[in-house]
């Protein structure tokens, strides 16, 4: 799936409903399964999904894409399957099914009626172990994804941009690596490549299964025992080609600017890209990032109140914030000026900008931000899809599910001194880089 497509599901961020706690399941099966199981009666439907903890962040190095490239390959023929037979049958019984990789983790979820569910079981449990990686099928998809790259990115102004912008930021490492890789990549990558992936990470030791919404607990537990407990873990050796489980991101000492000029884009735009720490970084209050990158967006002494509102030089203000990433994990804001000709005074604007903040908000207005940010969020755990989301990145950074219910007591606790420091750490402290996509005129 696209990186664009990943985002919607990362900003999703972290909700819940602030007036109750959620009731569930956790447990491990003796084949290092991690299961997590959400009741919701409130409806008929069930979504059934699971993790692996592989992305793109481990594909090989001069092979950006493989895990990519893999996601698709599983919708292939298994030992069990035909290619076809598993997409047939969710369209004929009305199923929802999709699939994503993103640079911490791959995913894949079916959502459809309570019934269905030992039949998305017995498809998704055979694919983790079984999936048959045929010459002749690794190569009609690379034919695929190849377009896909042309439709999706080479044809896309601004994500072209984008992944320019954040290779040389990151050194074309780390999250400077495309997830769809480029057309060196793709044809770079061995189709015993692709095995040698699967075999190492598709395993049940490496997943989070997590079933969510209409369901009896006794008969899925049986179900899961019957269809994931009996799976066996492999265990391959990809020293000689393989990257850093745990990527640091390299020291860097200086800001950088990139600027390109394209006739074919419909619209200007500046951005701003620097790191900011997650939920898995140490010492670090991952709500924090998460809220102030909320603020920074809509704060009052903040971008869309300064440039859209006050000086009318922008039209909108976005932020891009991945809190379940790697510690150092992008964060992006991009501005879109009125017109054309007002992208070099946001640039202006935007050279001290961060440097002389004197207050980053008020005790008043972050009273209000806070009640704001819940309430807008709230409501997304009534669908079940978002539930499932939530959970299975919570659980993939570690973090004890519980803490899902916990979101009102966890944005009430932050404090200005709080929020204070990781701006400090994101804005003063790392190193940025500033990027402009602007039209050339002719």
Not at 367 to 373: F, G, H, M, Q
Request: charged content about 25%; proline content about 2%; some cysteine.
């Amino acid at each position: 799936m696209p990186k664009r497509i990943l985002l919607l599901f990362f900003l999703c961020i972290f909700v819940q409903n602030a007036f109750s706690k959620e009731q569930f399941e956790h447990f491990k099966l003796k084949n290092g399964l991690e299961v997590l199981l959400v009741p919701d009666n409130k409806t008929e439907l069930v979504v059934h999904s699971v993790f692996y903890k592989v992305g793109g962040l481990q594909d090989f190095y001069g092979k950006a894409g493989l895990a990519h490239f893999l996601e698709h390959l599983m919708f292939r023929s298994t030992q069990n399957y035909e290619t076809g037979d598993l997409i047939d049958f969710f369209d004929k019984n009305g199923a929802i099914y999709n699939a994503a990789t993103g640079h911490e983790l791959t995913f894949y979820y079916e959502f459809g009626k309570k019934e269905l569910l030992e039949d998305l079981m017995k498809f998704e449990s055979d694919r983790m172990k079984n999936l048959v990686l045929h010459d002749d099928e690794i190569n009609k998809e690379r034919e695929i994804v190849k377009e896909e790259r042309r439709m999706r990115t080479d044809n896309v102004p601004e994500e072209k941009f984008l992944e320019k912008l954040s290779a040389i930021f990151y050194n074309n490492d780390y999250y400077g690596q495309s997830l769809i890789g480029s057309m060196n990549d793709l044809h770079a990558i061995l189709n015993q490549d692709f095995r040698n992936f699967y075999y190492k990470y598709y395993n049940p030791n490496n997943a989070i299964l997590l079933v969510v919404g209409n369901f009896d607990s006794e008969k899925t537990k049986a179900l899961i025992e019957k269809y994931y407990s009996v799976l066996k873990n492999d265990d391959i050796d990809l020293k000689d080609y393989y990257k850093n489980t745990n990527p640091e991101m390299p020291v860097k000492t200086k800001n950088l600017f990139y600027e390109e000029k394209d006739k074919d884009i419909k619209q200007s735009n500046y951005y701003y890209l620097t790191m900011a720490p997650t939920f898995q970084s140490k010492n670090t209050n991952g709500f924090a990032t998460e809220l102030l990158a909320y603020i920074v967006e809509t704060g009052d002494n903040m971008l869309s109140k300064k440039l859209v509102e006050e000086k009318k030089i922008a039209s909108h203000v976005s932020v891009e914030y991945n809190n379940f990433g790697y510690d150092n994990a992008p964060f992006l804001i991009k501005i879109t000026p009125v017109d054309d000709s007002k992208i070099k005074e946001i640039q202006v604007f935007m050279n001290d900008f961060f440097k002389n903040q004197k207050e980053i908000v008020s005790e008043k207005e972050l009273s209000r931000l806070k009640n704001l940010y819940i309430g807008q969020h709230t409501y997304a755990m009534d669908n079940l899809q978002n539930k499932a989301m939530i959970y299975g990145q919570v659980m993939l950074s570690g973090l004890n599910p519980e803490i899902v219910s916990d979101i009102k007591n966890q944005v009430n606790a932050i404090t200005i001194a709080d929020l204070e420091k990781v701006y400090n750490e994101i804005f003063i402290q790392n190193p940025h880089i500033i990027g402009i996509l602007s039209k050339e005129y002719l």
